[in-house]
């Protein structure tokens, strides 16, 4: 009897357990059991995901649209945001969408014409979040300490206290 317990209890927790965004996969049940998360078989170790989602639906990450000029040809795919690469698995790079070109490849200061995704977030924080990507040219990026400056921290004028001062 308590083996059974066991048993089932362990069934449950597997059931309940839910993939994350940009986690690997090999199909769809990997990514979610009641089908709210499909897997990307075509992205290296496969890649959990939303397809078809809206701005600001995702369920972690970001909505992403991709291949959006001509517009017949948009797809848009829930993708992991991140930092940096140490947040992405050993076959992605943390890039912008802006940084995708036609080719599949990371370039900087891409023209908007060569570009093939953008994030469709009204959410600040995620529409201008940076994505977990396989690009083809993974082995040539320059280290993240090349490609993107530090942020620098917003520095605010002695004295001045955005509004909040009654007077008092």
Not at 13 to 26: K, T
Request: net charge negative; aromatic share 6%; with cysteine.
């Amino acid at each position: 009897m308590r083996g059974m317990t066991a048993a089932l209890l362990a069934l449950l927790a597997m059931a309940g357990c839910r993939m994350n965004i940009g986690d690997s996969c090999g199909g769809s049940a990997d990514c979610s059991i009641t089908g709210e998360r499909q897997c990307d078989l075509t992205q290296p170790g496969g890649y959990c995901t939303v397809f078809s989602c809206d701005p600001d639906t995702c369920p972690q990450g970001a909505c992403v649209e991709w291949r959006f000029i001509p517009s017949r040809t948009a797809e848009t795919w829930c993708m992991k945001t991140c930092e940096a690469d140490s947040w992405c698995r050993r076959e992605y790079r943390c890039v912008f969408p802006e940084e995708v070109n036609r080719d599949g490849e990371w370039e900087a200061d891409l023209a908007p014409e060569d570009r093939v995704a953008r994030v469709t977030d009204l959410n600040q924080g995620r529409a201008t979040s940076r994505i977990c990507v396989a690009v083809s040219n993974f082995e040539t990026i320059p280290p993240e300490s090349e490609r993107y400056a530090p942020t620098e921290a917003l520095s605010v004028e002695p004295g001045v206290d955005g509004g909040l001062d009654d007077g008092l």
